[in-house]
């Protein structure tokens, strides 16, 4: 008989997706194996590409606030508030606070929606079914609430450039308080389910391992840079929409590993329950959008139906879109994938020359080539699971 | 350090750095040549260790020079961004350096840069379309590129000669793409679409 090491062996070539459960939408891995050893991966992405950014040069600013619903689509109202932020800081616009603490609210509702489809999705690739029903339940409610919100349960399209679509319907605010005083023990519940479960610590502990120096050099955010132990979060450390006045805790890592990583995205969700709780307690009155952004926002329908200036007001802005200055602004919001980043070039009037998306997913992505090699085949899924990216949003 | 610190910095190292326009964050020009060795300065020396973001911006096939290739450096320390920018040599065969060297997460950016506006990037070490398949003719994010589409072949050979299909351009049908650009006078383009040759009123064009 032979020894094991004088048989012949090749290397074998494996396409994982682009229609693979654990790809979560299309993307595809080539995968180059020495017996289950991956030696090679290379991501092919753009089956998603839509041309986002080719469209929003297509089209006046606040026509394409529902082409963001459509980028991290977990996440949409999350992905709205960045835009309009974006757009806001081109033209110079300060949104009253109540606005703000509205945007705050919705993005971090937003964040516990899309934390709560990650770890749920992320056991089921793991093995663990059950944790999927409980989250998907409380995802449910907030879905509720986003319908009530906005008319719309995925696709909110909420802000608007300089405000919001409309304000917060009457005794939702009651009802937001109310999902997050039942939420935490249910979602403690369904952690137990996870956190010092044998296999699935087996499965993540010690996999997939990325370094503080390449998670900043592969330029990663959001959970998968602070599972590697970099407390870095835009809403800390580049406060916007008020997030300042807030208190709630950066989680980091302190390995880097998969386990890192849905742990840092458990505890978020219990910091966006804490943020909520204090925007609930203490949302300011007053206006909820720019009453003096007479060139950008748009009037209230009453008045556009009544009066003359208003009606023709509202006709400029359909017509010709928000009238932005000339110039150029790059603003990055914490989203729940990571850092969302808009760059607008506008030559001034409603219509940008140039939008360039930053999608987190991109970014996140680009290091699966170097995360897999090493690893084996059944950790490949482990580890596209803890990276938690949308396809959506990185192919725009 | 203060921003306008950093920008006085570069200039002084970097002569032919000029200030760049910016609303938001301190912004410079570089000739294209700099643009390696002045950001490894800028993350070496002022602590901008993150590429967050590497894109470009066609400024019109009639523009000289026509394509700009646009930098966002983040420093995880002080949390202040810097924008790079460096304007493209060559209008015809746009090409600068690449900054995989420094970063690996560069390498996805500038692939997806190439893929859409076809700038090169001398040195990169794995250069080909990222978001459009291989083999795709055009750039679709440069100006002359129209909004739905030109026409391609299947990326298949096979399955084009089997099937005699093709990649159709998008139909416009009097959708919400009724703006462009620059175009002062959007309402002149209301409520029709651009491209009319097929609406539901009118069959495709066989």
């Known amino acids: 008989m032979k020894a094991a090491a004088e048989f012949d062996t090749e290397k074998m070539s494996l396409s994982m997706g682009p229609s693979h459960p654990s790809t979560h939408g299309v993307l595809r891995i080539q995968l180059e194996l020495d017996g289950e050893i991956v030696t090679k991966a290379d991501p092919v992405i753009g089956y998603l590409h839509r041309g986002d950014e080719k469209i929003a040069e297509n089209m006046t600013f606040n026509q394409f606030v529902p082409y963001t619903d459509r980028l991290d689509y977990l996440a949409p109202l999350a992905n709205n508030m960045a835009y309009a932020i974006a757009v806001e800081r081109l033209a110079k616009l300060e949104v009253p606070p109540r606005c703000q603490a509205i945007r705050v609210l919705t993005a971090e509702m937003a964040r516990i929606s899309a934390h709560l489809l990650g770890i749920g999705a992320y056991a089921i690739d793991v093995g663990a079914w059950t944790v999927f029903l409980y989250t998907f339940t409380e995802r449910e409610k907030l879905y509720k609430l986003f319908e009530e919100l906005t008319g719309a349960r995925f696709t909110t399209s909420y802000t608007r450039i300089g405000g919001l679509a409309r304000d917060v319907p009457g005794g939702w605010i009651e009802r937001v308080d109310a999902f997050c005083d039942q939420f935490g023990p249910i979602f403690e519940e369904s952690l137990t389910l996870l956190t010092r479960n044998k296999i699935f610590t087996d499965r993540t502990q010690g996999v997939g391992i990325i370094s503080r120096e390449d998670a ?15 407390p870095l979060d835009l809403r800390k450390d580049k406060p916007y929409s008020g997030y300042e006045q807030y208190e709630f805790d950066i989680p980091v890592g302190t390995t880097g590993d998969c386990y890192d990583r849905y742990l840092a995205r458990a505890e978020e969700v219990r910091q966006a329950v804490r943020i909520i709780k204090q925007v609930v307690a203490k949302l300011p009155g007053g206006s909820w959008y720019a009453e003096d952004a007479k060139r950008i926002f748009a009037p209230r329908k009453d008045k556009i139906l009544t009066s003359m200036e208003e009606l023709i007001q509202n006709f400029m802005l359909v017509t010709e879109g928000p009238q932005m200055p000339a110039g150029e602004v790059y603003f990055e919001a914490e989203n729940p994938k990571g850092a969302l980043g808009f760059f ?27 995360v897999c090699v090493g690893a ?19 192919d725009r | 350090m203060p921003e306008p610190e950093v920008t006085a910095a570069v200039k002084a190292k970097f002569p032919q750095a000029t200030d760049r326009a910016s609303l938001d964050h301190p912004a410079v020009n570089l000739p294209a040549a700099d643009v390696p060795a002045a950001l490894a300065c800028l993350r070496d020396e002022f602590a901008f260790d993150m590429l967050t973001d590497l894109t470009a911006v066609d400024w019109s096939s009639a523009a000289s020079p026509r394509f700009t290739v646009v930098y966002h450096l983040f420093s995880t320390a002080r949390h202040d961004y810097i924008r790079v920018a460096a304007d493209c040599p060559n ?116």
């Open chain 1, 216 to 230: 900043i050099a592969y330029g990663l955010t959001g959970p998968n840079l602070r599972g590697s132990g970099v």
């Open chain 1, 376 to 394: 084996m085949v059944s950790d490949v899924v482990s580890i596209l699971g803890s990276l938690d990216f949308v396809m959506g949003e990185c």
């Open chain 2, 91 to 206: 209008d015809a065969e746009p090409a600068v350096p690449s900054v995989c060297a420094l970063w690996p997460g560069a390498n996805w950016h500038e692939r997806e840069v190439y893929d859409m506006f076809g700038i090169g990037f001398t040195g990169h070490p794995d250069l080909r379309r990222i978001l459009m398949w291989d083999g795709y003719p055009h750039f679709p994010l440069r100006k002359e590129f129209p909004l739905a589409g030109i026409e391609t072949p299947l990326p298949d050979a096979e399955v084009a000669a089997e099937t005699h299909a093709s990649v159709k351009p998008a139909p416009l049908m009097g959708g919400p793409f009724v703006a462009s650009s620059g175009q002062v006078n959007l309402g002149a383009a209301e409520p029709g679409g651009k491209d009319e040759s097929w609406t539901e009123r009118h069959e495709k064009p066989e």
């Open chain 1, 344 to 370: 607008i070039v506008s030559k001034g009037g409603g219509v940008p020359w140039r939008l360039k998306i930053r999608s987190p997913s991109f970014c996140n992505l680009s290091i699966l080539p170097k």
